[in-house]
């Protein structure tokens, strides 16, 4: 088995990434503010059957983690489901899947940013948003820029102060619920799942209706892929990360929705701000709402960091195959797509302006985009993990050492169930319009690529070098 280096016109990217900076990666990536601040939407929907929309959710991500894992271990490279969409499903496919998850991270980390200054404003109110919006772009771009370690060392700590909240917060409400901390020592045991209108208290329409929410609380755990080209040991590492990430998260996801929602009435939950904060002012922590302040606002600055990372990587993929820039390929000395990186810094400059000035409509048109990228970025993983695997040899495909399991009928039945989710994206009125404009802005990117991308290329093509 021999690894593989990108190369770009300035030297190569370094494989600096270890096996806990990649598994925390996927953590922190999925694992964000939405868990802290943000599940009282999602239980409004279903009520306790909640849990049941996140472990089917869990399950999809796992199949199409493995289709991911399956072609990042015997190729590993950066730029990982572009590129492979690019080399089994031809150029175009390449060009609109890479462009379509650069601007999922650039809403995203706007998004993010723009939360981390919403949230200083909690302990600063007086200081103007925009400069702590600038500090957070500054401070992690630089992060990224320093050299791939540094990202990786920063967001294995950002993932483990959120991860070691979770626990905390799982452990403390298994006190209240099974001894009665914070209760007088009377239990409160597990009966707020079943009573206030049953396990389903809005039926299988509620289970419906926050499916779409529970998946996509998983998306960005598919940066592991990205982070191919530069482990240190890819064909141990990826495989490591993929298989204990899915369990850690369910759990974690799960877990805390089940001890909130066995103290709270789920009916209660969210009228009275974050259930985090809640359970641990009723542990006994005063400082409640200022510990979770602090874990959120780690919690935006971990997304925005692994955000530039993909955004960055992502456009020197796309650049080696022709389909952005060529100055994208170029490699500082220390091993990262500087120049990727500082256009990606531009972007996001501008579009946190953007945040302040769009009205609010306009901006979730955008977020519209993201959320119509996400579903396309998992779909084109499952289509061209099929292509690759019917491209293998009999021979081949046996002598891969990470592989999809029930292949073919696990890849189809996540497609089939990824088109369920199209299908409740369309069926109810307020995600409809993710459908509208996401089809537009492919139409927008398969125009400009026929109109000036789909050309021969100067005869200079960068390919995979291989190094024993």
Request: aromatic fraction near 14%.
């Amino acid at each position: 088995m021999h690894t593989e280096e990108l190369s770009g016109d300035t030297g190569s990217l370094k494989r600096d990434l270890s096996e806990r900076h990649i598994r925390m990666m996927a953590l922190g990536a999925c694992i964000g503010v939405g868990l802290f601040l943000g599940s009282a939407k999602a239980i409004e929907m279903a009520g306790p059957s909640i849990m049941l929309s996140y472990l089917i959710g869990g399950l999809v991500i796992l199949v199409i983690m493995r289709a991911l894992g399956e072609m990042a271990v015997h190729s590993p490279v950066s730029g990982s489901f572009s590129r492979y969409a690019h080399d089994y499903m031809g150029p175009l496919a390449g060009y609109l899947t890479g462009w379509n998850y650069w601007f999922l991270w650039i809403v995203s980390c706007v998004a993010e940013i723009t939360a981390v200054a919403i949230y200083m404003g909690f302990w600063f109110p007086d200081t103007p948003h925009w400069i702590w919006a600038l500090a957070s772009l500054a401070s992690m771009g630089a992060v990224n820029l320093i050299n791939v370690k540094a990202f990786g060392e920063f967001e294995f700590w950002f993932a483990l102060i959120k991860i070691i909240t979770i626990i905390a917060m799982i452990f403390g409400g298994l006190g209240i619920i099974v001894f009665g901390f914070g209760n007088d020592g009377v239990a409160i045991g597990i009966s707020n799942l079943w009573l206030h209108g049953g396990f389903f208290p809005h039926g299988a329409d509620g289970v419906l209706m926050s499916l779409r929410m529970a998946i996509f609380a998983y998306l960005g755990v598919e940066m592991i892929g990205l982070t191919a080209g530069e482990a240190k040991n890819p064909a141990k590492t990826i495989p490591d990360a993929i298989n204990s990430v899915f369990w850690r998260v369910v759990i974690f996801y799960i877990g805390a929705l089940f001890v909130i929602l066995s103290i709270y009435p789920w009916n209660q939950i969210g009228t009275q701000g974050s259930p985090f904060v809640m359970t641990f002012e009723r542990l006994g922590i005063k400082t409640a709402a200022g510990i979770i302040n602090f874990v959120v606002i780690t919690a935006a600055l971990s997304s925005s960091n692994g955000g530039i990372f993909s955004t960055g990587r992502m456009l020197f993929s796309l650049a080696q195959n022709g389909h952005a820039p060529k100055s994208f390929t170029s490699v500082s000395k220390s091993g990262v797509p500087h120049i990727a990186l500082l256009s990606t810094m531009l972007i996001l400059l501008l579009g946190v302006l953007l945040n302040y000035l769009m009205p609010e409509k306009i901006f979730n048109v955008v977020t519209s985009i993201a959320t119509f990228s996400g579903i396309w970025t998992w779909v084109m993983i499952l289509l061209t993990q099929i292509k690759f695997r019917r491209s293998l040899s009999a021979d081949q495909a046996k002598a891969l050492s990470y592989r999809m399991w029930l292949w073919p009928f696990s890849s189809y039945l996540a497609l089939a169930f990824l088109a369920f989710v199209i299908g409740l994206l369309a069926y109810f009125e307020e995600t409809r319009i993710a459908l509208y404009v996401g089809i537009l802005f492919m139409s927008i990117l398969t125009l400009i690529y026929f109109m000036y991308l789909n050309k021969p290329k100067d005869g200079k093509d960068y390919k995979l070098n291989s190094v024993q």
